[in-house]
């Protein structure tokens, strides 16, 4: 991150909106005394009204989504740049773009594949230039995932027990619904691959957001949505394994994260997310209806009738659960994976609340302290876009443990 002097710590975008509300009122709660928190977004009144709602006397920035000068001055004013405004490929570009330039470190919400790899393309090598770093995906989307693996990776290094091979991510409990901002960037990018039968085939390839692709091992296809038997994943586990809703993007992350390392997880290393459905006799028949159930919803955002139909149930963007269903979410993700010396090991990724909304709220606020506070614990950087694992690493780890997350690894 640029040294120059800014005005403001964090910057949260968006705070008018329901996850940005969210998270402006966990870092209103949590944030270490002397951290200077601006609210930033469109609409000055709203932006106020948020700042009396809380009880807080933080600065109100005006910057709309297309206003590129606007977002400029906003990144140049503070180090970090929260955003929750999406769907990222029509609104974040010019904000990230502008916290790149600027040298700001940027950490955002976003599950897009093509939002993700565009950034990459236009924004790596200038990040790297004034050491910003860029982090996508600093929520349930893809936290859980990419620090499971992180912290499972830093047990076996530490066992000297090799590298890893096939490793799954397993959901073995989870409550809480899908956020309207998460249908709208779907609906996005569905349009997007219509269009463009190139972007179609970037958006499948297990190696989209991979920072080299020629240079990526050949392991074989690397199904999203295969049913998996869960004996073969790991003993302890039983019945089948459904197909996990988030499983094309998180994978793509995890991946980009072993290569930003030169591979060190392992040339071997194969990565997997899955859904457990139970461990009844009826387990097989839930997971292939679990995986029909995605395809249809795909297909029904996909064409016009039925999108008609769908998106006046489906939640809107900016409309969330009540405090109470916020709260009475959780989720639990169980890492396993097999060493290079035949070892295995398990890491889990824990927390209480909804993981797309109180959950999430902590994991991206503590990502942002993490960036302005824990500078001398971050992985070693030059900057550029990164990922959750490659940009905070253990620093994130502690907070998250510190925050009520629980976070393990060990030997099976």
Known sequence: MSELVREHDIVVYGASGFVGVLVAKYLAEHAPTGTRVALAGRSETKLTEVKQRLGVDWPVLVADATDAPALEKVAVSTRVVITTVGPYAKFGKDLVRACAAAGTDYVDLTGEVLFARQSIDDNHELARSTGARIVHSCGFDSIPSDIGVHVLDRQVKADGAGELTDTTLVVTSMRGGMS??????????????????KLRRLAASPYSLSPDRAAEPDLGRQDDVALLRGEEINPRLRGTLAPFVMASYNT??????????????GRRFRYREAMSVGAS?????????????????????????TRFVLDRVLPKPGEGPSERARN???????????TTTGERYTSRVKAKGDPGYAATAIMLGESALALVHDRDALPPSEGGVLTPATALGDALVTRLRAAGLEITARKC
Do not use: C, E
Not at 255 to 262: K, M, V
């Open 180 to 197: 309207g901002g998460t249908i709208d960037s779907m609906r996005h990018q569905l349009d997007t691959v219509k269009q463009d039968r």
């Open 252 to 265: 793509r992350v995890v991946r980009r994260s072993n290569a930003l390392r030169d591979w060190a997880y």
């Open 281 to 305: 006799p009826l387990s097989p028949v839930i997971a292939f209806a679990t995986k029909l159930g995605l395809g249809a919803l795909i297909v029904g955002l996909s064409v016009p009738p």
């Open 328 to 338: 009475s979410g959780h989720f639990t993700m169980d890492l396993f994976t097999t």
